[in-house]
């Protein structure tokens, strides 16, 4: 195969906010396949936070390491099989992979993943969109789930606190904790999405962490104290978390949006003798390490969504060269629930 | 009985590092028992570290409130019942109680306690010194083997850093994991108490965090990296050990010393996304909650302690009138082990 094939790079490093001049398109020919490779053709991209991480100059310890100038993103992506040189994979068939961001993906089944996500696997229709398996039946649907109940181990008496709550992991989480017996208060990040997770999403506190000290809402939100947060932001965030938490309480953190795109000085926490005193567990964990839930996440969620009683909003644009704008949109928060590209058909 | 009691108070918030002249003592006569209450003639007085935070104007959220000026101060103390009305407790027997720093104690069975601890309890002869019912067969050693065990859930393979190495609990968390058969590291505030941590306790890797960046001595002691930091210091000493951290690392935090005596602006924090990148959890404990452990707690470490494999430091200051002394010397970190008041006997 002789074809044309894009692959988004990084043009530089950002400097404070992420822009769309960021980032430029490679043209590369795609390549014959070795033995054991398969060409995918991609269809749908999924546009998520932790990428922001890696288009730093350097990444936390234990993190994926920085991509270069140059370098292709990568990310999770659909695709369908074109050609294969692998006896368990063969055209036509549709798959999920790591290699996103580009028209062609050249992939090698059992090699390496993301995060624990992104081996080359079969992706079989199950009556939803077929993007939703990189959403709410997916990776966003994992990080909800295990965060929730392997991490945090909620309980249907806890008042929960989900930040980000009106994006792709935190809405389903948020829905998820009320579904289960919880008491939800989610905060976000403009008038529209806390309008949206207290009418939409029916949660039983909702704020704009723009409307004062986080510290402050939370505390009004839930004047009794919390005793789970699911923390994708950090910073002050996890901050008002420590101070509202009741003993005994856990922290299930899955990322740190607030520390992804304005740095060097967010305030971080100095209250952190409260773990202490009030027995507070925080736990960092990645999705990928909980691929052994995928099964009973997917059966729950799946219930939910099919009977109308858990909502999923995405915005999909469309076509690889609104991937840029795409990444920005995501990074600054300008939607609803899950940012996605849907490539030509 | 109208003899005169002497109870330690505080006189006044100390400014910045605890002075002996921060406290005063009351004298009040030995009021007579109320049905229900026992006289105790206190022994031995546990000097312990977490009193300090009781000193302050504020206490964080969850803990105990501040001592109010001219208030007795309460700790963990031994003593022999002198008086009885109650039908569970006679003179003559030994029992542990909280209220200490004061020659006679008025206690009610069934009455309050400090984070678990201190209802007062039948002591029972054991065949090692009685004080050490307070110490490594007591609070101190509960809260070493709860924090390395239940907390952080030690394994034999795990490499260990342990702060506060030479105190009463880091003495015997740092043994207890290398008796276990963990690769352990110690750091402490001289070089004394490094000498004692190499050559008594016998650790792998010993430094005094004086000298330079708390992470770099770290690195050079344990330059693969740690699975387990027990913590007890907070402050530089969490960041130098999240950043140290392998994956799936365990902090088990039982305390913050580097806060107690020296505010307001120790550094915090800013490394708190590795707990995502590196899947660690921080886990906030107070040994109180784990007392279902002290039997066997007691039954492990009794067997070190009298096969000689575990080693057990205290100073002892003598009388009531040293208690100041013994609180600002605990508080400065000037001994090694286990600060104790032994009263007249």
Redesign the interface.
């Known amino acids: 195969m002789s074809a044309i094939n894009r692959l988004l790079s990084l043009a530089r490093r950002p400097d404070g906010r992420l822009q769309a001049s960021d980032f430029r398109f490679l043209e590369q020919r795609v390549p014959d396949l070795a033995a054991g490779e398969v060409l995918v053709r991609n269809t749908w991209l999924s546009i998520d936070p932790s990428i922001r991480?890696r288009l730093q100059a350097r990444?936390?310890?234990?993190?994926m390491p920085p991509f270069e100038i140059g370098e292709p993103l990568v990310g999770l992506a659909l695709g369908v099989v074109q050609e294969s040189r692998h006896e368990d994979f063969a055209p036509g068939q549709t798959v999920s992979h790591m290699y996103g961001y580009r028209d062609y993906a050249v992939v090698r089944p059992g090699g390496s993943t993301i995060g624990g996500y992104g081996a080359l696997a079969k992706v079989t229709e199950n009556g939803f969109p077929l993007q939703w398996q990189l959403g709410p039946l997916g990776s966003s649907g994992l990080t909800a789930y295990a965060g929730l109940l392997a991490v945090a181990n909620l309980q249907p008496s806890d008042t929960v606190w989900i930040s980000a709550a009106a994006g792709a992991v935190g809405s389903i989480a948020a829905q998820l904790a009320k579904l289960r017996g919880a008491i939800v208060s989610g905060s976000a990040g403009s008038p529209a999405k806390v309008d949206y997770l207290r009418t939409t999403l029916g949660l039983d506190g909702a704020f704009d962490y723009h409307d004062g000290p986080v510290g402050d809402l939370l505390a009004a939100a839930a004047p009794e104290g919390i005793d789970l947060y699911f923390d994708s932001v950090?910073s002050d965030h996890?901050i008002a978390a420590i101070?509202q938490?009741r003993?005994g309480g856990r922290i299930a953190?899955?990322?740190?949006l607030a520390?992804y795109d304005n740095h060097p000085a967010?305030p971080?926490?100095?209250?952190?003798?409260?773990?202490?005193?009030?027995?507070?567990?925080?736990?960092?964990?990645?999705a990928g390490?909980y691929s052994h839930l995928m099964q009973a996440m997917q059966d729950e969620v799946g219930t939910y969504l099919r009977d109308d009683s858990m909502e999923y909003s995405e915005l999909v644009l469309h076509s690889l060269d609104k991937a840029p704008t795409a990444l920005v949109a995501m990074v600054r928060g300008d939607n609803i629930g899950k940012t996605l590209c849907a490539l030509e058909n």
Chains 1, 2 share one sequence.
């Open positions: 991480i990444t936390p310890s234990g993190y950090g996890l101070d938490m003993p953190m899955c990322g740190a520390e967010t971080m926490p100095s209250n952190l003798f409260q773990l202490v005193s009030k027995e507070i567990t925080i736990k960092g964990f990645r390490s």
